[in-house]
């Protein structure tokens, strides 16, 4: 059984993260609380070629914690573990603490 | 909880601008009276690449008051304060006194 | 308040010119006599990428005035005055004596 | 009141010709004999710009008598004469005798 | 009255073959015997820019004998003759004996 | 009455295969037995130009067994035999044995 | 009977796999069970042209396993064994162990 995937053109390989349902003091997050539709990077592809021909890298790297659109996303099944696909050019933004 | 958004592409962070329901003298403000759907930039993403892959940088810098469109913007919740992303081109103009 | 719109990319903003019921002998002008639908140039943005990267400059000038289309443009009160924003491409030709 | 109007990108204004009714000896016409839906350029816009922002000039020139298109075409009234305004790449023709 | 019409851009001005309902030797053609929707080019345009400018000529000459379309094409009546408009790629190849 | 087509741009004329009936050894095939819908390429065009007017040849050439689709072609009756044309991008591929 | 496709343009050839029903210890899997919708590449076919006419190869390679889209994909049947034919950038990325 496949472990891995390399994404093609510019998909990146994304897992979810989950937001918590408590404070580190164990309190109870309301539900419509700031839950940020947000996961980490897993994968890229390669890019895309612009018109020309030249090869355009994908805009986000490796272990970046990236703001997903709210809708869209292919999810993928790997190894017993849920990840999902997005084209790169719908990423909305990198997170930073 | 991230803090910070480095918006993707042509995406531009914007937290708008509430207008001001008196004047500075304390009159109230007739509901109709001109009010802008305004905002400042927060942060801005790189750009995008043309055609033949040159990087066209985004049209407005951090700090710019922005006059934004009647409708659009993804609406995203940071550290509990509200802010807007938009694409570049759908800014309207820059506002200045 | 703000009282000073820089259009961004291709846009322009226009103050549209009303049209004279009277002539200037004061006599009442039909109301289906010809009216154009023109105004008067305030700001240019800077212009739009081609899909090369070259930046072409809007095709009108501040101050020109204007042919516009029937319909279309974007609302736009600054200091109490209204103007119009149109994609220069839109603007149908400029208008002399 | 604006007299002149120079069109904008490869727009053209054009003055439809009146097709005879009666031939040169006064025989009335039958109407649907060979009315050809033509005119007379007055004024052209400077052009396009093609993609790589090289500028492409308008198809014909003032003076042309053109063959137009079955529908199409913005009236314009300038100095109460009827005009009206084309894109160059709907213009069919020009026409010789 | 007009007599000539040189197409504009890629457009062609084709005078249709009407296929002989008899045989040389005067037997009757059967109606659905193979008829091809062919014609004569009469004129062509100067062809149309690729998308960096460059003028890329039209794909028939004057005098070929083309295989039309099933649909399209705008008639037009040049000095009490009817012929048809069309845009050079709609055209499906060259006939040849 | 014209006997050869030469096809425009990247149009392919193709003379389809008729799948056999029955094996070499007369024995039935079953109506549902593997039925490729191929041709034989009979004649090429010249190719379509690139956006910045490069030529850009057609991806077959004359004599190839080809996979067509499962629709779209347009009938050719030359001669009273029937062809089939399509754009070389509708091909799927060539078949050898 | 054709025996061998080569594909044109990007379009690649591929042989689903079957995801296995049981373990190797025998084991029946959950139907609903992480079945991936897998296969390997057969073919492939040149690749498409650049808008400026640079040939751009296809993104896998012969041997490649790919992860395939949940839609999509044209049967094809050689020699009595089932493919699919899909453009590549249909193909969501390539499985490794």
Redesign the interface.
Known sequence: ?????????N?I?VEKIVPPSKTNAGILLPEKS?K?N?GKVI?V??GI??????L?PV??NEGD?V?L??YGG?E?????KEYH?YR??D???????
Chains 1, 2, 3, 4, 5, 6, 7 share one sequence.
């Open positions: 059984m496949a472990k891995r995937l390399i994404p093609l053109f998909r390989l700031s940020l947000s994968a592809g390669p070629h612009s018109k020309d021909g030249k355009i805009a986000v914690t703001l659109p709210e292919t993928v099944k790997l190894d017993n696909l790169d050019d990423i909305l933004g990198t997170l930073h603490d």
